[in-house]
C-alpha cells in the first residue's frame, strides 16, 4: 500500500535496479515521517512541556519549510530519492495515478476511497494550526 513490492529472497534490487538498501531506507523514512505527523497529531495533548514546545515551534518551522519546497516535504523528497522515483504525479487520485503526498497517501488509505489534495492540504493545516493553537495556550498558562 504505502510500500513498493516486498523484496523477497536474496534479490539484490527489485526488477527497476533500485537497490534493495534504499528500499529499506525509503520505508524507514517513509515510518519517521509518519512518526513526525503523529506528535503533530497528538504532541498538543502530551503531559510534558517538552512536547508543548515541539508542537508550538514545529508547526511554523513546518509551515516555512514547505513554503521554501513549495509545498513538498523534504521527507517525502528523500523518499522518493531513495525509492528512485521521479517524483509522485500531482494528478487527482482518481486518474490512476499515485496521490502527490504523504498526508494524501495516508488519509486516501486510512479512509479507504480517494482523497484530494486540497482536502489533505486543509486536513494538514486544520490539525496543525489547531495543535499549535492549544499548545500555545497550555504553555501560557
Avoid: K, Y
Avoid at 24 to 40: D, P
Avoid at 73 to 96: F, N
Avoid at 115 to 132: E, L
Amino acid at each position: 500500500m504505502f510500500f513498493d513490492a516486498p523484496v523477497t529472497g536474496r534479490r539484490a534490487a527489485r526488477q527497476d535496479g533500485t537497490p534493495h538498501v534504499r528500499l529499506w531506507l525509503a520505508r524507514f523514512v517513509w515510518m519517521v515521517h509518519l512518526g513526525v505527523v503523529g506528535f503533530f497529531v497528538v504532541g498538543w495533548l502530551l503531559p510534558w512541556r517538552w512536547a508543548l514546545w515541539g508542537v508550538a515551534a514545529g508547526v511554523p518551522t513546518l509551515q516555512l519549510i514547505w513554503w521554501a519546497m513549495e509545498d513538498r516535504c523534504p521527507l517525502t523528497v528523500l523518499e522518493e530519492a531513495l525509492r528512485g522515483s521521479r517524483g509522485i504525479p500531482s494528478g487527482a487520485p482518481d486518474d490512476g495515478l499515485a496521490p502527490p503526498n504523504f498526508v494524501t497517501r495516508l488519509l486516501t488509505a486510512m479512509l479507504g476511497r480517494p482523497v484530494s489534495q486540497r482536502v489533505s492540504d486543509r486536513v494538514v493545516n486544520g490539525v496543525a494550526w489547531s495543535g499549535f493553537s492549544v499548545a500555545v495556550l497550555r504553555l501560557a498558562f
